[in-house]
Every structure is written in structure tokens, then in C-alpha cells.
């Protein structure tokens, strides 16, 4: 891979170079001390509660090889000076888009991103070096953090597009400037900022905004939202994927196998019938596959080679992951995020677990603004004939308990939660933990979690 020269940084980004040699290389950018590796350059940003200054010291220790500051500043290292880091990183990224020739995937939705991509990048590594944003680095930050990544090695970039007030996946798509864009879902998330679920779509739609002329729109056929997106593609290229009957990209004859086991399922399109394979139980990573064949096809990619590279395939952690528990139970740790659609989703997955005791942990599902109570309450609904039992962490569950009866109960803390699945479980458990990243459900599954299974 090539090395990015601190010269080049500096004039892509808008700053100018203090110190010697201007033609040092950096293996990459990093905003977090804490992670910096070795051969790094360290942008030191400003938010409301911390600013990156305070640890040039730290970033030093760690080996970092140059910084880009605000202010002048006594370093042996060479150093680049900004007015404004942010711009500075914004400006990066636009150029550093700009001059990329490959193609390029931007994805957003709801629910599934991260799983997503991580297919997408898989399938498209298959024809040459792909690029992706690492972890979950989807916002003002991370975005422009990952494009400014990007070098002439790569064939294939995949950039995960998130938001949380209304506006921003406008913003960022117009600076990433899709190839190919993916809307995977839309449902009652980031309600605090976004306000409401009609909002939310026309967010994630937004996407398209920045969509180059001749980009090619991703859509989810299943959607009740399809024919707004359709219509928002403004005569470009579309692409559907799901179910649906009109769906180009057709998921069909899906089944779930028995628990510990795979999802099975045929991909149909033109007239062609790919059988497939993936690890999992939830039928939505079924779907999340499905669009990344329909990414796959847009690009023009030979479908049926990349079947195989499914049932290699390990999605991210804390996704649906199973783990041996407590006596000899099951433990399924979906405690990476929560909102009220990927709940329904967790729970349609114990539905079809079969004749193994369905025991529910819930934290609480964050950002959903003035809708937060009615929410939790429906998820209590909804969870009634899915479960044996729902045990829930945090007061907004409380309203919806009498929509569970005998099966919900509520606990003032984790640990009391902890000491009643001690009492509660054995062979013939299954557990299922799950809820809002802020609520720390990990703790949970990291407590009652043995090893893999």
C-alpha cells in the first residue's frame, strides 16, 4: 500500500509544514491516542469536551511520526499548522475523494450497516484490494477520517454513512459521491434528533443526493418506503433487492437450521438461481447478504463466485454472536445496539429457536425522543408470544410490563439481573442479550459468556 507523504497532506488539506523532512511518509491519520500505531500522523481535533492538544505527548510516546495542530507548538517531529482541524480533515477527505478512481459504496439504513458492509467488502475483495471504513466510523468524524485513507491501490471503497440529526448523511454523501449507494432499511432510530420515522426516511434517502450522475441507487423492494427512495433516485439506475416478488435481486426458500448452525437460501435474478449458505440465525442477515449481491450485480460482478465466500464469512462481534453460557446454556450476544426494529428482529430470531427456554435481556433503546415510552411498550407487546421470559434493565421498560404478564420482570441493576439468571438457567436455556450501546448490555453477555461455540 502506498504511504501517504506529509507534503502531499498538507497541500490537499489546506496547512502548512514546521519542521523537516516535508517529505516524510506516514503509514495514516489517527485522531485517538489511544490507538495511534507506530508511523502514524495525529490530528489533533477539538469537540466540547475534550481537545486533541492535550495529548500530543501521549501520541508522541506512542510513535507517532508527525501532527497536524492549531497552534504552534515545541515538537522535533515535523508538524503540520491549520486554522481549523476539522476543515483541515474535511478538505483532506474531498481531495483525497476526488483523485480515487475506483469505485466506490456508500451504504446507510436503520439497522444492518456494519454486517453489511463487512459482506460487501468480502464479495468485492474478490477482484482486488477493497478499502471500507474500519469499525463503525460513520459520522462527521469518521467519514471524512476514512476517505482520507483512500490511495490508488484500491479497486473498491466501502464507506458507511450514518446520522443523528437530520442533514448530515446529505452533507456527507455530497463529500463521498457514491458509485453505487445502499439504503438497507428505515425504522424508528435517533428519534431524539431525526424527530420522526417520516423524517428518518427522508434522511436516509439523502444518500442519493450525493450519488454521481451515472450512480446506480440500491433499494430495499420490502420497504414500504421503496417508492419514496425510487422517486428521490431521480431517474438514475435502480437496483431491488429482497422478497418481494419484483425484487431483481430475489431472496427466496430461506430456512433457518437448527440452532448453532446456518441460514440457507437461494439468490434468484434474470434467470439465474445461486444457492447459498451463511453462519447465523437471523433472517435479516439473510437480507443483508441479499443486498450486497445487488450491490455485487451493480458493479457487475459474477454472482456465483462469490456464493462461497458467504459461508466463510464472520460478521461482526456482538451481532447475533453465539457463545456458550452459564451451565451449559446458549448465549446469543446481540448487545451491540438496539432500536426498535432491530429488537423485533432479535426477537423473531428466538421465535425460531424452537423447543429450548427463550429467556430475553433488554436494555433500554435510546435516542428515540418523545416517542421513547410508547416504543418500549410496543417491543413488550411484540415480545409476549416470542419469549418465556423478558427481563429488562432501566425504567422505561416498566410502563410495558403488564403487556407481558408473568414473563416480564424488571431489575434495578445489572447485577441483580446476573443473580437471577444464575438461579434461572440450564442445558435447555437460551439467552439473548440486547440493547442501546450506551446501556452497557455487554457487561451482561460478557458476564454469563464461557467461550465460542
Known sequence: MNLLKLEDIAIKGGGRILGTPINLKVKGISIDSRTLEKGELFLALKGPSFDGHDFLKEALKKGASSFVVEKKVELKNPYILVKDSH?????????????????????????GKTSTKEIIFSFLSTEGICHKTMGNRNNQIGVPLSLSSLNQDFLFSVIEIGTSFIGEIKKLSKLVRPNVALITNASESHLEGLGTIESVVEEKGSILDGLKEDGIAILPRDSAFF???????????????????????????????????????????????????????????????????????????????????LSSLNLPERRLSMHKSLKDSILIDDSYNANPESMKRSLDVMLNIGSKRRIFVAGEMKELGNEEELLHKMICKYAYKKVDEFLCVGELWEGGLKYLHEKGRHFDSK???????????????????????????????????????
Not at 476543515?87 to 439497522?111: D, P, W, Y
Open 87 to 111: 476543515k483541515f480533515l474535511h478538505n483532506l477527505a474531498k481531495k483525497m475523494r476526488q483523485e480515487f478512481k475506483g469505485n466506490l459504496v456508500g451504504i446507510t439504513g436503520s439497522n
Open 227 to 309: 417508492n419514496v427512495w425510487s422517486k428521490k433516485a431521480r431517474g438514475k439506475k435502480i437496483v431491488s433487492f429482497g422478497f418481494h416478488k419484483d425484487s431483481q435481486i430475489l431472496l427466496r426458500n430461506l430456512k433457518v437450521e437448527d440452532i448453532n448452525k446456518n441460514l440457507n437460501f437461494e439468490i434468484n435474478y434474470e434467470k439465474e438461481k445461486i444457492k447459498c449458505q451463511m453462519k447465523g440465525i437471523g433472517i435479516h442477515s439473510a437480507l443483508n447478504a441479499c443486498s450486497a449481491f445487488a450491490v455485487a450485480y451493480a458493479l457487475g460482478l459474477d454472482l456465483e463466485k462469490l456464493s462461497p465466500e
Open 415 to 453: 447485577l441483580d439481573l446476573l443473580e437471577y439468571l444464575e438461579e434461572r438457567v440450564n442445558s435447555n436455556t437460551v439467552i439473548m442479550v440486547k440493547g442501546s450501546r450506551s446501556t452497557g448490555m455487554d457487561f451482561v453477555a460478557d458476564k454469563i459468556k464461557v467461550k465460542e461455540c
